[in-house]
């Protein structure tokens, strides 16, 4: 079974950035994409971004495009996630997940890591 860490988090004043990291215990073919995921008190978890391995194919939501890049390291088995110009409204946990199919929706990622906080002050 695919075991996800997550790491970076922390927390930072509006403007700044931060860096997460994804790293997976193996590579199957079961984890062909890997997706950001954020979820913040009281809201349903969102799709942030998300990288096909096979190709670098990326998704990202209109709420964070031109500010987060996803990115992988094939030697290190992990995916990043670049946030820059961070808003308060981007404070949530997020969690990196793996999945066969590169979606945008939850449903689609079978293994999820345990998640990192990321708190944006104003």
């Known amino acids: 079974q695919v075991q996800l860490v997550e790491s970076g988090g922390g927390l930072v004043q509006a403007g700044a950035s931060l860096r997460l990291s994804c790293a997976a215990s193996e590579r199957p073919a079961s984890r062909n994409a890997i997706g950001w995921f954020r979820q913040a008190p009281g809201q349903e978890r969102e799709f942030v971004a998300a990288i096909r391995w096979s190709d670098y194919t990326t998704y990202y939501a209109d709420s964070v495009m031109g500010r987060f890049t996803i990115s992988r390291d094939n030697a290190k088995n992990t995916v990043y996630l670049q946030m820059n110009t961070l808003k308060p409204e981007d404070t949530a946990v997020y969690y990196c997940?793996?999945?066969?199919?590169?979606?945008?929706?939850?449903?689609?990622?079978?293994?999820w890591g345990q998640g990192t906080q990321v708190t944006v002050s104003s």
């Open positions: 997940a793996a999945g066969p199919l590169l979606r945008t929706s939850s449903d689609y990622y079978s293994y």
